[in-house]
């Protein structure tokens, strides 16, 4: 006999009564993981999937049918929704504009969960200001031939060079393949800054390690090496929120992380089954992000300090992996000017 699956059920989300169709639908087949599950499991995060979203226009990936089915990727809330669930209006280069889901509160959350929303794709900036990001997103992204244990060594080095410029840097498994590292900014800058400040920090990461890093865009230049996705700081890009499920069908987490535990941790460490007992005992690990904010302007004059790519490149054998004598300049001018207010911030929020 086929089974029926159950009509509704309704939620208190908060303030909230969510209601939720067909709660029995197995969206996450190896899992066996329902769409009840998958609110269940928001419910069990809260603070952290409303942290990782709060007050920024957020594209939406969709699943009907379950992971094994067709992905929607969705940028616009449907038009008819409840009035307690809140957009923010982003524009395209073409003139047409969207109004993207922009989470305050859980409900919010499990409202697009009985969409079958899996994950939440967020952009770097938030609804006050779209155009100009406070986040600087590391996307550490491991090609054919690698491994994620070499995403973790070269996490290790972006660990690194983030110390030695001030930065404090809060790393989270992709939930697939990669790491993202996030780093607080002051939102003073639009987005192609940010992309370059990202890029002038990848290619350091390259410099030093350049065996196993690549930033060359091209897929066929970038052979069996990790590429450092600076791109994912252009407009209009996003990467899985912390927090969020992933489409696949074992149901894997993007997961907040310290950098004491990175070593030793496997994509599929944390699940929607695994997930809300961590939450539970620790808590969000990156509750301090917004607290630790860091200064754009030390890989800016990076970027500016730097020569030709190509140069760049022919000197990597002569090199050490210490920073060139201009980063390493430009780098204490900029950081003398830290205030102190912003390196106690630091101090509080530093994990691992």
Not at 94 to 105: I, Q, Y
Not at 266 to 278: C, H, L
Not at 299 to 306: H, P, Q
Not at 327 to 332: E, G, K, V
Request: aromatic share 8%.
């Amino acid at each position: 006999m086929t089974r029926v699956a159950s009509p509704f059920v309704e939620l208190e989300v908060g303030e909230r009564v969510v209601k939720l169709t067909n709660p029995d639908k197995v969206l996450f087949p190896k899992a066996r993981k329902t769409k009840l599950d998958l609110a269940q499991y928001y419910i069990s995060v809260s603070d952290g999937i409303v942290r990782a979203l709060y007050e920024r226009p957020t594209q939406l990936r969709r699943f009907p049918d379950g992971v094994t089915g067709e992905m929607i990727y969705q940028k616009r809330v449907p038009k008819h929704h409840p009035d307690w669930v809140e957009t923010a209006r982003v524009t395209f280069p073409s003139g047409r504009h969207a109004d993207e889901l922009c989470v305050t509160e859980l409900a919010q959350v499990v409202w697009a969960a009985n969409l079958a929303v899996v994950d939440f794709h967020p952009w770097p900036s938030r609804r006050r200001d779209t155009e100009h990001p406070d986040e600087l997103r590391i996307d550490i992204d491991p090609q054919p031939g690698t491994t994620f244990k070499d995403a973790k060594r070269v996490a290790a080095l972006v660990r690194e060079v983030l110390a030695e410029v001030g930065y404090t840097g809060w790393p989270k498994t992709s939930g697939n393949r990669g790491i993202h590292v996030y780093c607080r900014i002051e939102p003073d800058w639009e987005f192609p800054v940010v992309r370059r400040a990202a890029l002038a920090f990848a290619r350091e990461i390259e410099r030093r390690l350049p065996k196993k890093v690549t930033t060359a865009w091209w897929k066929e230049e970038r052979g069996r090496r990790v590429f450092i996705d600076y791109n994912q700081n252009a407009r209009d890009r996003t990467v899985a929120s912390a927090y969020s499920v992933r489409g696949r069908s074992d149901a894997t987490v993007s997961a907040p992380v310290t950098w004491d535990e990175l070593p030793d941790v496997e994509t599929e460490d944390f699940t929607m089954a695994t997930m809300p007992g961590r939450f539970a005992q620790l808590g969000d690990v990156h509750a301090r992000i917004d607290d630790a904010v860091c200064d754009l302007g030390i890989l800016l004059e990076w970027s500016s300090a730097r020569r030709p790519r190509g140069s760049a490149r022919r000197r990597t054998r002569r090199t050490s992996r210490r920073c060139p004598a201009s980063l390493r300049a430009c780098s204490r001018r900029v950081r003398g000017r830290v205030t102190d207010a912003r390196r106690g911030a630091r101090s509080a929020g530093s994990v691992g």
